[in-house]
């Protein structure tokens, strides 16, 4: 993961690089050789394609690592079609007025605070690292790319803590993050000659800087820690935790006319109810009305759970959503304390908040 918001660009879309219409403000042009070899927006197709983008709203969804499968899944999920021509950044949706707009995970922050485009997906974890971090609004937690920005350190090495690290060598891509926590550490460490912790720029495999020996820790992004154990690391410190979230930016751009502000409201609650659906199930079950309260334990429900009558006298049939981590244990409780033909139903979509 390389995160680079302060500069320009090199891997910029082209498209957007060269656009300029009312409807986006630009990021700085890359440099002329760089946009010579990139010839998929020809002359002929720009002002096309800057005409189609009018009356839109801009949509960043990062166009490959992590996160990009997730995203287009729950694009799916909320009935966001669209066409991406090939080697295209920009896909034109077919049944809103939007433009799916694909960027760098750590460029979305950028784009979005500056107003260039209207909605992101990006990781908090490149919110946080991006200057732009106190222009955004986070409006929903989406459920993925979970992971955790650590201090890593050799298991067997002389270091073991961050106060031993102090004045050392870090390699990490979150430079602004770890800066600012080893200043905060150098601070209180007050080493001797005013000694400062060393903040090394890596773009990618952070993980093997300390073998190679340019660096005594490094601060990267863990999921499953396999990544770090296998290089022989191991977590001292936890500076972050971070999903994936759908972001605006804290002032609207201009361009955000009245008849495209809904449909910011109208993706987040889409994309709510696609997260809903995955994380419930829909569990029903038949039991004696004498066994409901503690079966009403088991399965409370969201709000309250339905029960109805049977059409046996002292039976009722319970309907209620359950976590579907919850599901094998739910029904083994349900079991025992009496319930019968205990169903479990996956959902398709839903409107429940999440
Ligand atoms: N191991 C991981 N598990 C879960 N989420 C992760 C993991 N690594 C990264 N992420 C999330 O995905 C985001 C994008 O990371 P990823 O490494 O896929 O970026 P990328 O777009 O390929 O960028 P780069 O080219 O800079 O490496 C991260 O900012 C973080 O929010
Ligand atoms: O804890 P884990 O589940 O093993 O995941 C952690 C790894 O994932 C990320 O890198 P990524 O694989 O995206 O590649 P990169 O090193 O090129 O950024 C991160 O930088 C770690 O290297």
Redesign the pocket.
């Known amino acids: ?2 995160v680079n918001d302060t500069g320009s660009h090199p891997h910029t879309p082209v498209l957007l690089q060269n656009m300029s219409s009312s409807t986006i403000t630009l990021p700085p042009l890359a440099p002329p050789s760089a946009r010579a070899n990139r010839s998929t927006f020809g002359a002929d197709t720009m002002p096309a394609l800057m005409e189609s983008l009018k009356d839109r709203l801009l949509f960043a969804v990062p166009k490959k ?2 996160l990009y499968e997730k995203c287009l899944e729950l694009l799916a999920g909320a009935d966001i079609k669209y066409n991406r021509a090939h080697r295209l950044d920009v896909a034109l949706v077919q049944n809103h007025p939007i433009a799916i707009v694909f960027l760098p995970a750590s460029d979305i922050p950028r784009f979005v605070a500056l107003g260039s485009v209207a909605l992101g997906i990006t990781g908090q974890d490149v919110i946080a690292e991006s200057t732009h971090s106190g222009s955004i609004t986070e409006l929903l937690p989406l459920g993925f790319g979970k ?1 955790s920005l650590q201090v890593q350190v050799p298991i067997n090495g002389p270091v073991q803590t961050v106060e031993q690290l102090a004045g050392g060598r870090i390699a990490t891509s979150f430079e602004v993050l770890a800066g600012e926590f080893f200043g905060k550490v150098d601070d209180d460490q007050q080493l001797e000659g005013g000694e400062r912790t060393k903040i090394e720029y890596v773009g ?4 093997a800087a300390c073998a190679l020996g340019m660096a005594d820790g490094i601060v ?9 154990r296998a290089a022989g690391l191991h977590p001292i410190h936890t500076l972050l935790t971070s999903e994936a979230v759908l972001i605006t930016s804290r002032s609207p751009h201009p361009s955000l006319t009245p008849q495209l502000s809904p449909l910011i409201p109208m993706v987040k609650s889409r994309f709510a109810g696609v997260i809903a659906a995955k994380r419930y199930v829909y569990a029903s079950y038949n039991i004696l009305r004498t066994k409901l309260p503690d079966a009403l334990r088991i399965t409370p429900g969201r709000r309250a759970a339905t029960v109805s009558p049977l059409d046996e006298e002292g039976w009722v049939a319970v309907s209620a959503m359950v976590e579907r981590k919850e599901v094998a244990s739910v029904m083994d409780r349900l079991e025992a304390v009496g319930a019968e033909d205990v169903l479990i139903f996956a959902l398709d979509n839903c409107r429940v908040g999440v």
Not at 220 to 228: C, I, K, P, R, W
């Open positions: 993961m390389s690592g992590r992971c990618g495999s952070v993980e990267d992004l863990v999921e499953s820690g396999d990544t770090m």
